[in-house]
């Protein structure tokens, strides 16, 4: 006979039971597999350190404070929890400092609060007082700074065992907890000591009102001739704060080295009639002696935008010129007729001691109506050629030049060896590299040969120099094209400082937020502190 086949509710069924079965002997093997003993002692060692860093972190954000007093200052002192470090410093209602003081896992900031107005007076009236605070503010800060990390690592194991013991109430678990805090946060603030880095003070982040920048930060000549010396750095800032706070509503004399020469770089304004009253600011709150554009100052470079030069007057110091790919020879010409406007087209000029070269783009690209004498559609190579042509009149004028300006950077290479730094702008992005130092020259082989020049003659016919070359970023923040993107293009530009020998000393980065956005920030950067890749040398090309 045959068998009847099963019906499908008799097979789903049967499957069903299969199913179930075997779920019932894996639950019943994970079931035993949880209840192993070494399974429970994995959960129970998780929940305690869990617990522990919770409750450390708890009791840190929450109590890990310390009260010191610096200079004519009471401050509070405060740890948190952070990915990179750091010290901020806060300095209402003048801003903040930013120092890159430290790695791990622990960001320190300092709250200065109310002013004693008896110790100010005296840090004013007496120079000798204003550099004993100076020498006393280190001391005041180290003491803080370790009663701090005190009082962080006992918050810590605190919170630690408050937790455990309200979680667990178990006094095995609980002090495991509190162990547990205690590597952590020693832990990491030993790490954040073995990576400090004292000399980040004369290195410091300035975010807050563009005018005061200068007042808080302090003169860059002093702080980078002197940046190895901890204290004075300290000493410096603190004297400057004081006097800030002293003067209630007026803002402190700003007093340069006399031996300083400031120039500001602008690059790419692409029309933004903002620019101005940025460049005319900064002019003023940093007594610069003279502006340096790097060219593309318009968009489309016609004649109905020669206008827009017409504010440069108002800047009232030297404004040095060289034309950009955006900017026309007819916005050349405008920028030549103003009346404090300094127009570089492959040649030189002097403004406070500096020696200063520059050539135009050859390239023009936006509007085709308004040609350029090198033509409208100039290959890539025409850049180089362009910095082959600077180079040769700079060797040609017998004269140490100091600056080269470009508006592309890819003109600088035929500069590197020549001038210590070339600026240019062009990328809309700010960077600072050391250029390839150039091959030395390969003789020809149909020449006869003869004697080598020693090191020394070859030095005297043209000394090679290490060339830096800072590409400013857009002061116009791009123009309109700037507002494509959802952030909108940041306003750069930056402060040179050049001492009486007429070398680089250090420089400010300021960047100002956006087209509608109100946030300023400014970088210190001082020559020797910043990491420079190594120059490689490169086949030369002429």
């Given at each position: 006979m045959m068998r009847e086949r099963p019906s499908w509710r008799q097979r789903w069924r049967s499957a069903t039971e299969l199913t179930g079965r075997a779920a019932g002997r894996t639950a019943g093997l994970t079931g035993r597999v949880f209840r192993h003993r070494w399974a429970r002692r994995v959960r129970v060692a998780t929940a305690v350190g869990l617990t522990g860093v919770a409750g450390a972190l708890i009791g840190v954000m929450l109590f890990a404070r310390a009260d010191i007093n610096v200079g004519p200052f009471s401050a509070e002192m405060s740890v948190e929890p952070s990915v990179t470090g750091g010290t901020e410093i806060n300095i209402p209602p003048l801003g903040s400092l930013h120092l890159d003081s430290h790695r791990g896992p622990v960001h320190l900031r300092v709250d200065l609060g109310s002013l004693d107005q008896s110790r100010t007076e005296a840090l004013i009236d007496n120079p000798s007082a204003i550099s004993s605070a100076g020498d006393r503010a280190v001391d005041e800060v180290v003491a803080g700074v370790s009663r701090l990390g005190l009082r962080t690592m006992g918050l810590g194991v605190l919170g630690a065992l408050l937790l455990a013991a309200l979680t667990f109430r178990d006094v095995r678990r609980t002090a495991a907890a509190g162990a547990t805090a205690l590597v952590v946060t020693g832990g990491s603030l030993g790490l954040a000591a073995g990576t400090l880095r004292p000399d980040s003070i004369s290195e410091p982040r300035y975010e807050g009102l563009l005018i005061n920048a200068p007042a808080v930060v302090g003169d860059a000549r002093r702080i980078a001739d002197n940046y190895g010396r901890y204290a004075e750095q300290l000493q410096t800032i603190l004297g400057n704060v004081s006097r800030v706070y002293s003067t209630?509503?007026?803002?402190?004399?700003?007093?340069?080295?006399?031996?300083?020469?400031?120039?500001?770089?602008?690059?790419?304004?692409?029309?933004?009639?903002?620019?101005?009253?940025?460049?005319?600011?900064?002019?003023?709150?940093?007594?610069?002696?003279?502006?340096?554009?790097?060219?593309?100052?318009?968009?489309?470079?016609?004649?109905?935008?020669?206008?827009?030069?017409?504010?440069?007057?108002?800047?009232?110091?030297?404004?040095?010129?060289?034309?950009?790919?955006?900017?026309?020879?007819?916005?050349?010409?405008?920028?030549?007729?103003?009346?404090?406007?300094i127009v570089l087209d492959n040649g030189l000029a002097e403004v406070d001691g500096l020696t200063i070269a520059g050539i135009g783009d050859p390239q023009f690209t936006p509007d085709k109506s308004e040609t350029n004498e090198a033509g409208d559609d100039a290959a890539p190579e025409l850049l180089t050629t362009a910095g082959e042509n600077l180079a040769q009149t700079i060797r040609g004028s017998g004269k140490q030049v100091d600056i080269a300006l470009v508006h592309d950077p890819a003109m600088a290479q035929p500069l590197s060896g020549l001038v210590p730094l070339v600026l240019a702008g062009h990328q809309h992005s700010r960077s600072v590299t050391m250029l390839p130092a150039p091959a030395p020259p390969t003789p020809d082989p149909s020449v006869s040969a003869s004697p080598a020049p020693s090191p020394s003659a070859l030095a005297a016919i043209q000394p090679v120099v290490p060339t830096r070359l800072m590409v400013e970023g857009s002061t116009g923040g791009a123009?309109?094209?700037?507002?494509?993107?959802?952030?909108?293009?940041?306003?750069?530009?930056?402060?040179?400082?050049?001492?009486?020998?007429?070398?680089?000393?250090?420089?400010?980065?300021?960047?100002?937020g956006g087209t509608g956005q109100s946030n300023v920030e400014m970088q210190r950067n001082v020559i020797g502190l910043e990491e420079q890749p190594t120059p490689t040398p490169v086949p030369s090309t002429s």
């Open positions: 209630i509503s007026a803002l402190p004399v700003y007093e340069p080295a006399g031996n300083t020469t400031r120039l500001l770089h602008v690059s790419d304004l692409h029309l933004n009639p903002a620019s101005w009253g940025l460049i005319r600011t900064v002019v003023e709150t940093f007594e610069i002696d003279a502006v340096i554009d790097t060219g593309d100052i318009v968009d489309w470079g016609s004649s109905a935008e020669t206008g827009y030069v017409s504010s440069i007057p108002s800047i009232q110091v030297p404004y040095i010129y060289v034309r950009g790919n955006h900017d026309s020879t007819a916005i050349q010409a405008a920028v030549a007729a103003q009346s404090n406007a123009g309109l094209r700037g507002l494509e993107n959802d952030d909108p293009t940041p306003l750069s530009l930056s402060v040179l400082y050049f001492d009486e020998n007429r070398e680089l000393k250090a420089y400010d980065d300021i960047q100002l």
